[in-house]
């Protein structure tokens, strides 16, 4: 409905894919990309690589959006008053944080309502972690400290990619992941500190969450298809396996710190590599969470297509409300 694509339509013409896939363009472009030059969205760029960020933007949007799910499931069940206030605020920036990448996602010449009917037709990809099921109270707090903390991980470096767009929105992102990853943390800390049957529930938690959050950083590098690219143009700045690492270091002394452990029998700690070695990931369920939906893949994508229903009429509303200030300011 809005469109945050910038171009003009003669810019438009010129971004055909044949013109600026010349090879003299892409040498061009791939020396700003080493000069550590920031792609704005009217810049001559490569077909390939707008359309990596068009698939890889939309894809962040529709995590963020289809992310809210999960922690909605609590919001009514949320222990305390305060807890439910955190949850609500959580979730709501996780919305805001989707609406912050469709519109990064827009200024590349596709329109969010095409993005949605992507995600709605079940086109579209999503992190797998959102079609794992949240049963327990801890399952929230685990969700801020391993989840928030994996993406906040994996989006620091993000903050630098070469696209400004993309760039820029993820500073705000990344600030208000590292709240969520704190609220979490301390959720978990309250029930591993509290009775058995509490720090039972984080423990289990943390089993049934640790290994879809190691997947969260996507396949191993031997098997990530866009890495040596994306790392090229500079849109990813670490490998899949750097940051799952990275991850993996951070978190693992956090779990000590609590007392829980890591459900991981071959994890220790590496001296010479000064990093924890860890177990091998079931790369098998990942294809398959990716390829069938996992648990909750169905039951996901039927309530944002109830939602995209359910809103039609505050769309058609809004739009209205436009097209009536247009005419007024057309008339003025
Ligand atoms: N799940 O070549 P690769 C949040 C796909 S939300 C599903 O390594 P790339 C939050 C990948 O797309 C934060 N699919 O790809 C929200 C590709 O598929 P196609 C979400 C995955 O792009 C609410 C294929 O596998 N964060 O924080 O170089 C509440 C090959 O992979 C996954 C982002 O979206 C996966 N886990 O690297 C709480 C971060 N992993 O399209 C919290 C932005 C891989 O070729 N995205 N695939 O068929 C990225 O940084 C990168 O896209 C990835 C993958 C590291 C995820």
């Known amino acids: 409905m809005y469109s945050t694509d910038l171009r003009t339509d003669q810019e438009k013409k010129s971004a055909d894919p044949q013109v600026l896939d010349d090879a003299k363009l892409w040498d061009t472009f791939q020396s700003r990309i080493d000069n550590g030059d920031v792609i704005e969205a009217k810049d001559d760029m490569p077909e390939k690589y707008r359309q990596t960020l068009i698939r890889q933007i939309s894809q ?28 609500l605020a959580k979730i709501q920036d996780e919305a805001g944080h989707g609406l912050y990448l469709y519109s990064a996602a827009e200024t590349l010449g596709r329109s969010r309502d095409d993005m949605v009917a992507d995600l709605l037709s079940g086109k579209a990809k999503y992190s797998t972690i959102f079609n794992y099921p949240t049963p327990t109270w801890a399952d929230i707090g685990t969700i801020g400290w391993l989840v928030d903390g994996a993406a906040v991980t994996n989006q620091i470096p993000l903050c630098r990619c070469s696209y400004g767009p993309y760039a820029r929105a993820m500073v705000r992102v990344c600030k208000e992941e590292s709240f969520h990853q704190r609220q979490g943390y301390e959720i978990v800390t309250v029930l591993a500190q509290g009775t058995l049957a509490q720090k039972a529930l984080a423990q289990d938690s943390l089993n049934r969450f640790w290994w879809p959050s190691l997947m969260m950083f996507g396949p191993s590098d031997s098997a990530s298809t866009h890495s040596s690219q994306n790392m090229k143009w500079k849109i990813k700045r670490h490998s899949n396996d750097e940051l799952r690492q990275r991850f993996v270091d951070a978190t693992v002394p956090q779990a000590e710190f609590l007392g829980l452990s890591i459900p991981d029998a071959d994890m220790r700690w590496n001296e010479e590599r000064g990093s924890y070695d860890h177990g091998e990931i079931n790369w098998d369920e990942f294809w398959a969470v990716i390829k069938d939906g996992g648990i909750c893949g169905k039951d996901r994508i039927r309530a944002r297509r109830a939602a995209a229903k359910d809103g039609q009429w505050v769309r058609a509303a809004a739009h209205a409300y436009a097209q009536k200030q247009e005419t007024k300011e057309r008339v003025a």
């Open 60 to 87: 962040h949007a529709h995590s963020e959006i289809v992310g809210q799910l999960p922690e909605g499931n609590w919001v009514t069940r949320a222990p305390t008053l305060k807890r439910k206030l955190i949850l």
